[in-house]
């Protein structure tokens, strides 16, 4: 999955609009990741998405720019702050480089989900999960029982979390 992806899917589940995707993504932004609203709604554009390099390289403007890992780190530490709250003295620390482990785990914080909540979140979606799988991607990268994320997993949480949030939301 690409950041863009993500950043479109948590968009329709949370059923923000641009505006307040740029609010959420301020809450954590600072002088380094600082992006102005048009380069945010370029990323939430599902057209021809390509680099800013490769736009140079061929002479033209980019459609739709790459969000890069640490826009998405960016905006993932901004919904923790809206969802939970900002902790007094604690400065965010957005990360360089992003994996599917750290995504699915700023998602689980922001959501304030328990294993119990991301088992039956994964049900809703008919994808079977075991607490111990669950568990390993959680782990610190060089423990022996961590196991990478692939997409499929990220992909299928982030249906059911658009089947609990959204969805369920309109019944």
Known sequence: ?????????LRYVLNFNDQKMFEVYNLASDEGT???LEELSSWLKSNKIISQEMAEEQDAEPEIYICEDIHLATFLNGLIIEKRGK???VQIQNELRLNNNMIFNKLKIAFNLKAEDVLEILKLVDFKFSKHELSAFFRKPDH???????DQVLRNF??????K???KAKL
């Open 144 to 150: 022996q029982h961590y196991r990478e994320c692939k």
């Open 158 to 163: 982030l249906a059911g979390i658009q089947i």
């Open 87 to 89: 902790k007094e003295d």
């Open 1 to 9: 999955m690409t950041n863009n992806d993500i950043l479109r899917r």
């Open 34 to 36: 600082a992006v102005t």
């Open 165 to 167: 949030f959204r969805d």
